[in-house]
């Protein structure tokens, strides 16, 4: 059952002119990822590789492609997390680079800290060389359109909160046995400026533990840090549910508790995997053995040969 690698898109109402391409981007990084794994590549690696792909495709809520806070800036969050050491590294409210998930990184193998935000992200961003880059360049023609009816005086709040979103995950098993997980979000969109989500918050965004098994989830951030979500599902786990019932119960717990909607990744140490969203839509897909599986609608699993490039 090893190695494998499961990401997600971000949960909520996808476009259908934008369907597609939310399955596709998903289906590449996928493969991407998981050529690092079958090459001996640590879960590390691969989680990192995935989201960066991710990050640098328009399509989604992250890097380039994120959503606009009030002010229509983008400020992005991301986290990593390594389960064999339980090492983990943020950034909250970054901005002007192209990969929060590379700078997060960086954060769990440089610094003794978990979580650098804002000012001090950047700071830290500059003494490592990563490079900056214009905050134009991060926002594409769709943000700035959505951000603009936002603020129309007809617009709906709950829709533009809980619609059209895109965060991106991943979770892997290496085949070592190690596991890691990786999200990178622009967050809601108009949030406020210097709001940090669940993306940035471990144990919310994302958690792995080799002893357990790994999540990155997508959705109503506030509402995931308020039953901490990903920690919650592997919670489940160790009480001996699978991957899928443990992010079905979590899931089911955040919606029922505080109306929040969202979605997960999820795998265990032995490699079973599951992709579960509450009530919306979720591009995902999960590379195992010769095989892409992917879906975006409840209920849908398709599966193709990993070496089929579409
Ligand atoms: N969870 C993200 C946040 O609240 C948004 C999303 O997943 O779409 O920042």
Not at 111 to 130: D, E, K, P, W, Y
Request: hydrophobic fraction near 40%; proline fraction near 4%; charged fraction near 20%.
């Amino acid at each position: 059952m090893l190695p494998v690698l499961v990401i997600h898109g971000g949960a909520g109402l996808i476009p259908k002119e934008r369907a597609e391409l939310r399955r596709s981007g998903v289906r590449s990084a996928a493969r991407v990822g998981y050529a690092i794994l079958q090459g001996g590549g640590s879960a590390m690696d691969a989680v990192v590789e995935a989201v960066t792909q991710l990050e640098n495709n328009p399509t989604y809520n992250a890097g380039c492609g994120s959503v606009l806070n009030v002010k229509g800036e983008v400020e992005m969050d991301a986290i990593v997390m390594d389960g064999k050491t339980l090492a983990c590294g943020a950034v909250s409210a970054v901005r002007n680079i192209a990969n929060p998930v590379q700078l997060a990184r960086l954060v769990m193998d440089k610094t003794i800290h978990v979580c650098l935000t804002a000012g001090g992200a950047s700071q830290f961003a500059r003494a490592m060389g990563v490079p900056e880059v214009p905050e134009e360049s991060l926002i594409t023609d769709y943000a700035r359109m959505r951000w603009k009816k936002n603020k129309a005086p007809d617009a709906n709040p709950m829709e533009s909160q809980m619609g059209k979103m895109g965060t991106v995950g991943a979770v892997a098993v290496d085949v070592e046995g190690n596991i890691a997980c990786a999200t990178s979000t622009g967050g809601m969109p108009d949030k406020m400026e210097g709001r940090v989500g669940d993306t940035a918050c471990i144990g919310c965004g994302a958690y792995a533990d080799n002893t357990v098994g790994a999540v990155s989830s997508t959705g109503h951030g506030e509402a995931i840090m308020k039953v901490t979500l990903s920690r919650l599902i592997l919670f489940h786990m160790e009480q001996g549910q699978s991957a899928e019932v443990a992010s079905d119960l979590g899931l089911a717990t955040m919606k029922s508790r505080v109306g929040g909607l969202g979605g997960v990744v999820t795998v265990d140490p032995q490699g079973r995997w599951a992709a579960c969203i509450s009530g919306q839509q979720m591009s995902w897909a999960a590379a195992q053995k010769d095989t892409l599986h992917h879906g975006l609608y409840t209920g849908e699993h398709f599966t193709q040969s990993i070496d089929d490039p579409h």
